[in-house]
């Protein structure tokens, strides 16, 4: 099996504690310069203002897969940054990646 039948698999990435955990969708797989593209992605359950996030193979301590395209489970594609105001407001904290049907508060 190649590594580009994992293209638009979900996945939970470890890249230990100093890069932290990576969750998304997978993009693309560069065979030649070992690194993966994740799109829609969150570091550490916080969602990544950026189109897309390369990471090396050499960063990657696990890899787990967490869902197949067109299964139920969405990663979130927009992200809306709060005014100063509604950030003094509420108590900020990390998206959850997964809530497996239950609702978290």
Known sequence: MSFEN???WTVSIDCGSILGNYQGQIKSVDQINQTLTLKHAFHNGIL???DDLLIKA???IDLNL????GSYFQIPKTIHKK???EQSQQQLK???IA???FDFE
């Open 6 to 8: 994992f293209v638009n």
């Open 48 to 50: 990544i203002d950026e």
């Open 58 to 60: 050499k960063d990657i």
């Open 66 to 69: 967490l869902s197949q395209p």
């Open 83 to 85: 005014s100063n105001s």
């Open 94 to 96: 990390a998206a959850p």
């Open 99 to 101: 809530n497996n049907g």
